[in-house]
């Protein structure tokens, strides 16, 4: 019962370019939603999150988009970096304030 | 503010053994959660300790048992090591009912069972 979707396992992006991470969630009773970045042999470190009452939330470089009727969200980096390069989790917070995560999508940004 | 720290860093153990691993929370977190990496996947959650009590539990088997002590620290343990159990073991504290919580995480322990 996969509760968090990530469906694409890699992304590969031009520096300066636009990465757009997505996914999908089963759950509507979700309280909030967060993306986290982890590379190897590191625990995941906190990226940016949205309450389910919002529709939006930006943080420099990093902006989350969330539609609630599609069950969807997702993560906008504008512009890309080498340095962002690593696994992205997208997560969620239940009623009970337990974090699901998702699968994970590797970003790959290219010089 | 220290962060959430867990120990020993890597882990062998043979088939059948048990394990105690162990995370200090991050200062001011009252909510320790545990959860198992394998290779490739995301992050599940095995179960999730308040007030050292058991607060919610993922989808593991009993040999999978955890404390929380009265400082918030808290321990993993696994009996009856099997191979599936090689993985990254990531422990988060948290603060309850604030907001997002506030996750964070430690760096895990890889734990490899031959």
């Known amino acids: 019962d996969q509760q968090v979707k990530q469906n694409s396992p890699s992304l590969s992006v031009q520096e300066g370019r636009i990465s757009i991470l997505n996914c999908d969630y089963t759950n509507s009773m979700f309280d909030y939603f967060l993306w986290y970045k982890k590379y190897p042999a590191e625990g995941p470190t906190f990226l940016i999150s949205i309450s389910s009452i919002k529709d939006k939330n930006e943080d420099g470089r990093f902006t989350v988009f969330l539609n609630k009727s599609a069950k969807h969200l997702s993560l906008h980096i504008v512009p890309s970096q080498p340095g962002d390069s690593a696994v992205y989790f997208c997560?969620?917070?239940?009623?009970?304030?337990?974090?699901?995560f998702g699968q994970g999508t590797e970003l790959s940004v290219k010089p | 503010e220290t962060g959430v720290t867990q120990s020993p860093t890597h882990l062998i153990k043979t088939r059948g053994q048990q394990v105690t691993l162990r995370c200090s929370s991050q200062s001011g977190h009252n909510t320790v959660s545990w959860y198992q990496q394998a290779l490739g996947q995301g992050p599940q959650f095995i179960f999730q300790y308040y007030r050292e009590e058991e607060n919610g539990r993922g989808n593991f088997p009993p040999r999978f048992s955890g404390l929380q002590f009265p400082n918030y620290s808290s321990e993993l343990n696994v009996n009856a090591l099997e191979l599936d159990d090689s993985a990254l073991y990531l422990c988060?504290?948290?603060?309850?009912?604030?907001?997002?919580?506030?996750?964070?995480f430690g760096s895990g322990t890889r734990l490899t069972v031959v």
């Open positions: 997560a969620a917070i239940n009623q009970g304030g337990k974090l699901i």
């Open positions: 988060a504290s948290s603060l309850r009912g604030v907001g997002n919580y506030g996750y964070t």
